[in-house]
């Protein structure tokens, strides 16, 4: 009766405060043994019918847990090929070892500087370990589902608007993080989270816009103030210059006059130079 007990399936715990189940191949018994031989007798007896029950084929991407009489037979799953089972104690169970993407329903979370959101997200994942997705979870899949939706409320509850709209990349890791851990004892790998979308409330986008609009006009009455002063500043620099030679006056006049010429207007209006009008102010 002891040694039965220790060959048995296990709790044990991996870390603090999680337990799971550990699979050991473990024997029939006696009464288990016996059932086994009585039943593998009957099905030679009638094996031409039976044929079919006892062989089974699993794909390349399929691993096949086999349990005899209620024990795993094997602590690895079978496959991918062709085996044999008993069709009367034998019990297969096909697990698909592909990849499964799934879409997180919208959560309305509250962030940690109280603004309401609507996120929504994807979550890729696998079966690592085939065993331990029969044996410790009833269904891995629909779990992992429940799991996602909670862990994508608990991550977001400790962030800002702020971070959540500009570091989606961080959350996505820190979710996977916290899902491969949660999962590990269920036979599951998450291999990849992404948030899809971020949703605001109508009054709150209407306020960031205004925010952002805002700040471009500041920024922009500040670029127009900086061209006029550096303009101001090359117009002195450029008087200073004129000032020094008389004749560099004269021909920007004349550049002047060719660029009116050029315009074909009706009518021109030509500018007395500044030292025959000063001759005239000092008579």
């Not at 879409?103 to 603004?115: A, C, F, M, R």
Request: aromatic share 8%; glycine share 6%; net charge neutral.
């Amino acid at each position: 009766m002891e040694s039965q007990m220790e060959s048995g399936p296990k709790i044990r715990a991996k870390s603090k405060g999680d337990l799971f189940l550990d699979v050991g191949s473990g024997g029939l018994g006696c009464c288990g043994w016996f059932i086994f031989l009585l039943l593998g007798v009957l099905t030679l007896c009638i094996l031409p019918y039976t044929i079919w029950f006892c062989i089974k084929v699993v794909n390349e991407y399929e691993r096949a847990v086999i349990f005899r009489l209620g024990r795993i037979t094997d602590r690895k799953a079978k496959g991918p090929g062709v085996f044999f089972i008993f069709p009367f104690t034998d019990t297969l169970v096909r697990l698909d070892l592909r990849t499964v993407s799934f879409n997180i329903p919208p959560q309305e979370i509250l962030t940690k500087d109280s603004v309401t959101v609507c996120v929504d997200g994807v979550v890729y994942f696998r079966v690592s370990d085939p065993i331990s997705s029969v044996a410790n979870v009833s269904d891995a899949d629909f779990s992992t589902r429940l799991l996602a939706q909670t862990t994508l409320r608990n991550v977001l509850g400790t962030k800002n608007l702020a971070e959540l709209l500009s570091d989606r990349e961080g959350i996505s890791h820190s979710m996977q993080a916290s899902l491969d851990e949660a999962t590990d004892p269920w036979g599951i790998k998450v291999e990849r989270v992404e948030i899809k979308d971020v949703k605001l409330p109508h009054q709150l986008q209407r306020a960031m816009a205004a925010e952002a609009e805002a700040s471009r006009e500041a920024r922009a009455k500040v670029i127009s103030a900086e061209g006029e002063m550096n303009a101001s500043r090359a117009l002195k620099e450029a008087s200073l210059v004129i000032s020094e030679s008389p004749s560099g006056l004269q021909l920007r006049y004349l550049q002047t006059l060719t660029t009116i010429a050029a315009e074909k207007n009706s009518t021109i209006i030509f500018p007395l130079p500044m030292d025959m009008i000063s001759q005239f102010m000092r008579k």
